[in-house]
Nanobody
Framework: QVQLVESGGGLVQPGGSLRLSCVAS????????MDWYRQAPGNQRELVAQ???????NYASSVKGRFTISRDNTKQTVYLQMNSLQPEDTGGYYC????????WGQGTQVTVSS
């Protein structure tokens, strides 16, 4: 059974940092491109960052230079290091990958507020 479990969200002040983790099970993790999406209230879910199996990365322009995606295949885990957080980064953050179907984690909430 495929499962993605995120953790690491929380409340942080503007300018602060958080590191999100997503542990995958039920898949050969190293084979898949892994993504982080986020969804703010009232908005569509948007792609934040992506990392391929050979660790090529891609970022939304709004987070480039502030967020870093990485993976540890031995731990079947993908990370999102978020620095210089701003209120507009607030939202639910979701881990995702795709085969013939889309797989999502349950999400972890990030709130950036003073």
């Amino acid at each position: 059974q495929v499962q993605l479990v995120e953790s690491g969200g929380g409340l942080v002040q503007p300018g602060g940092s958080l590191r999100l983790s997503c542990v995958a099970s039920g898949i050969v993790f190293r084979m898949y491109t892994m993504d982080w999406y986020r969804q703010a209230p009232g908005n569509q879910r948007e792609l934040v960052a992506q990392i391929t199996g050979d660790t090529t990365t891609n970022y939304a322009s709004s987070v480039k230079g502030r967020f870093t995606i990485s993976r540890d295949n031995t731990k079947q885990t993908v990370y999102l290091q978020m620095n210089s957080l701003q209120p507009e980064d607030t939202g639910g953050y979701y881990c995702h990958f795709r085969t013939s179907s889309d797989y999502w984690g349950q999400g972890t909430q990030v709130t950036v507020s003073s």
